[in-house]
């Protein structure tokens, strides 16, 4: 089983930053795409960001130019950097990891629980 844990979420004001950061840990062999997700409340969870772990980054145009996604493959984590942050961005923020167990056979494709982020106005 692959666990991922994400923190820094919190309360900032539009125009401020956060950075989140999220770890997994469990029997992994191989860590490929790890990359981020929101849900704002009402609304469908949608794509933020996803970094290969060859470092390529891909971004929603939503966030393109403020957000920057990166990771450091010893400690099997990723970051994301929120900047500029606008009212818009608040939501929940889910950590998503794909790769393969130690058996290196079978994927997995793993969530974390979610941290909040909130932009005041």
């Known amino acids: 089983q692959v666990q991922l844990v994400e923190f820094g979420g919190g309360v900032v004001q539009a125009g401020g930053s956060l950075r989140l950061s999220c770890a997994a840990s469990?029997?992994?062999?191989?860590?490929?795409?790890m990359g981020w997700y929101r849900q704002a409340p009402g609304k469908q969870r949608e794509w933020v960001a996803t970094i290969t772990s060859s470092g390529l980054a891909n971004y929603a145009d939503s966030v393109k130019g403020r957000f920057i996604i990166t990771r450091d493959n010893t400690k099997n984590t990723v970051y994301l950097q929120l900047n500029s942050l606008k009212p818009e961005d608040t939501a929940t923020y889910y950590c998503?990891?794909?790769?393969?167990?130690?058996?290196?056979?079978?994927?997995?494709?793993?969530w974390g629980q979610g941290t909040p982020v909130a932009v005041s106005s």
């Open positions: 998503n990891g794909r790769g393969f167990y130690s058996s290196a056979a079978v994927p997995f494709n793993s």
């Open positions: 469990g029997s992994i062999f191989t860590l490929n795409a």
